[in-house]
Nanobody, 127 residues
Framework: QVQLVESGGTSVQTGGSLRLSCAISGFPYSTVWMGWFRQAPGKEREGVAALFTGDGATHFANSVKDRFSISLNDLRNTLYLQMNSLKPEDTAMYYC????????????????????WGQGTQVTVSS
């Protein structure tokens, strides 16, 4: 059974940094997409960042490019999202996802195509 457990969310001031973690277990495939979505109150869930374990390729939402980075530990069981220069509009619940086929996290983010979600971790950025 796939389990995704996010952590690291908290309240920070504008311009601050945070690193989110996602512990991944039970996913039986090694060459997959892994990534992050976020959802602010009253808004749709949107893709933030994704990484393909096959070749390390990454892609990001335009709103976070040059501020966020995504990485995976050597054991491939913890996914990170490093968030720098945080803005109030980054305030949201952040969710990690894994995706074998690329429908969810491939070069186009599609939340409705994701089958595995964690419980989320809240990030609040105050001005």
């Amino acid at each position: 059974q796939v389990q995704l457990v996010e952590s690291g969310g908290t309240s920070v001031q504008t311009g601050g940094s945070l690193r989110l973690s996602c512990a991944i277990s039970g996913f039986p495939y090694s060459t997959v997409w892994m990534g992050w979505f976020r959802q602010a109150p009253g808004k749709e869930r949107e893709g933030v960042a994704a990484l393909f374990t096959g070749d390390g390729a990454t892609h990001f939402a335009n709103s976070v490019k040059d501020r966020f980075s995504i990485s995976l530990n050597d054991l491939r069981n913890t996914l990170y999202l490093q968030m720098n220069s945080l803005k109030p509009e980054d305030t949201a619940m952040y969710y990690c996802a894994v995706d074998r086929g690329g429908d969810c996290l491939g070069w186009t983010f599609r939340a409705d195509k994701c089958n595995h979600w964690g419980q989320g971790t809240q990030v609040t950025v105050s001005s």
